[in-house]
């Protein structure tokens, strides 16, 4: 069927045409009449990046657009979360309130399954949607524009406070534990500087006892010019006991001799170790101790490996004192990284049903479906309206057309005079 044929039976059937658009229209404009009215309440989350009470980590790195729009999605399930929809139930008071269990379709009369069956509603009715930007969008839908807008803003409250307290609580728990591994570090490390100081007296105690291993003391003339004395005096001491005897004046005063040397040798001796005892001079007789004793059973060699011990729990320490302080600090926080930037408020309009789309979208249709009516019906009951018609019902070679076939509404662009039209005959 050409377009000219399908406008004449449009023409001649335009009742049809007619009918079967205005009861499309019709039936599309009491069904929007009839259909229950929806309300949409949207809620504005602002979702940043920074954290200004957190030690830890002050600013998250979300360079790439990747990583931004992943964090992003986080931030829209969890806010979709079965966990911030069962807090909205608590926070409005829905099973206490039969207005907002009859509009969200809840079964009241099952108590113990109640508010899973409100989570489900509530889940069921929210939207959220995300951009580009940190600005994240949670849209409600209700019969009841009021409902709607408490919802929308229950639902942003409710996402803050959670977050808050996952930010929280294991900030909490990161704190309790490592209070608890602090007990046990802090413990090693008295015990680290206990087994440091034992050693640390030991040694002095054995150097005050051989004060003679000091460099000071080899170092020191007087000393060894009292040594060598009394070593003379001992040589001469025992050769006059040859021959004189103990008993003789010049053995005795010999005698007296050597004891004022060993004396004054023992006083030089005392005054090297108490200088051991002093703070300034510990370093220097410790290393002199270690140069002159070999000996790895000997006391103060082991100081190293004290000191290192002392060292490494006084790093782990510090360390879990710096983790403890921050997670202590961070738990503490009273505030998150998400601010609700614009509350929901009541809407004014129904966003279902959208009644002008609604008859749009039934004259299109209303269009199509009678356009399809014309051209069946034209099919099952074919009728001659032009040239067109006339060739294709008889199939026989078309003289001529004569009468005027455009006078009504310029349908055939053709002249008004007759047409002859002349076609190969047979020979």
């Known amino acids: 069927m050409s377009l000219r044929q399908f406008l004449l039976a449009l023409r001649a059937r335009l009742g049809v045409f007619a009918v079967s658009l205005g009861a499309v229209v019709l039936a599309a404009a009491v069904a929007s009449l009839l259909m229950p009215k929806s309300y949409r309440a949207t809620v504005s989350l602002l979702v940043d990046a920074r954290d200004e009470q ?14 931004h729009m992943s964090y992003l999605q986080t931030q829209a399930d969890i806010l979709a979360s079965p966990k911030v929809a069962r807090r909205v139930v608590q926070q409005l008071k829905l099973p206490e309130n039969p207005t907002a269990l009859r509009r969200l379709g809840v079964d009241a009369a ?96 054995q150097l005050a006892r051989h004060p003679e291993r000091l460099p000071q003391v080899r170092d020191d003339t007087f000393i060894q010019q009292l040594r060598a004395d009394l070593l003379h005096g001992e040589e001469k001491l025992r ?20 004891l004022e040397l060993r004396e004054r040798l023992q006083t030089e001796l005392r005054k090297v170790a108490a200088g051991v005892a002093n703070p300034d001079g510990q ?31 006084e790093r782990a320490y510090d360390t879990a004192l710096e ?11 009273s505030q998150t990284n998400v601010a609700i930037l614009s509350p929901a408020a009541v809407p004014l309009q129904a966003y279902r049903p959208n009644i002008p789309l609604n008859l749009a979208l039934s004259l299109i249709t209303g269009l199509g479906l009678g356009c399809a009516l014309v051209a069946l019906l034209e099919r099952q009951d074919p009728r001659v309206r032009c040239a067109e018609d006339l060739m294709s019902a008889v199939q026989v070679p078309l003289l001529a057309v004569l009468g005027n076939e455009s006078r009504h509404a310029g349908l055939l662009p053709r002249p008004a005079t007759a047409t002859l039209r002349a076609l190969p005959g047979p020979g």
């Open 54 to 67: 957190s030690m830890g980590q002050a600013l998250r790195a979300l360079g790439l657009p990747q990583e």
């Open 110 to 205: 099952d108590s113990s399954r109640l508010e899973d069956q409100l989570v489900d509603r509530l889940l069921h009715s929210l939207k959220v949607e995300t951009s580009q930007s940190s600005v994240v969008q949670g849209t409600v839908t209700n019969a009841d524009p009021h409902l709607a807008a408490a919802i929308a803003n229950a639902f942003a409250t409710a996402y803050v406070d959670t977050m808050l307290e996952l930010r929280v609580a294991p900030n909490r728990e990161a704190a309790a534990w490592f209070d608890e591994q602090l007990k046990g570090l802090r413990a090693n490390l008295e015990d680290a500087q206990r087994k440091l100081r034992a050693d640390q007296d030991a040694e002095q105690q």
């Open 239 to 258: 050769e006059l006991s040859t021959q004189y005897g103990v008993n003789h004046p010049a053995y005795q005063r010999q005698v007296s001799q050597n």
């Open 283 to 313: 370093a220097p007789a410790r290393v002199a101790s270690r140069q002159a004793a070999p000996d790895p059973q000997q006391t103060g060699v082991l100081e190293p490996v004290l000191q290192h011990n002392v060292e490494s729990a």
């Open 323 to 333: 983790r403890y302080s921050s997670s202590q600090i961070d738990s503490r926080a």
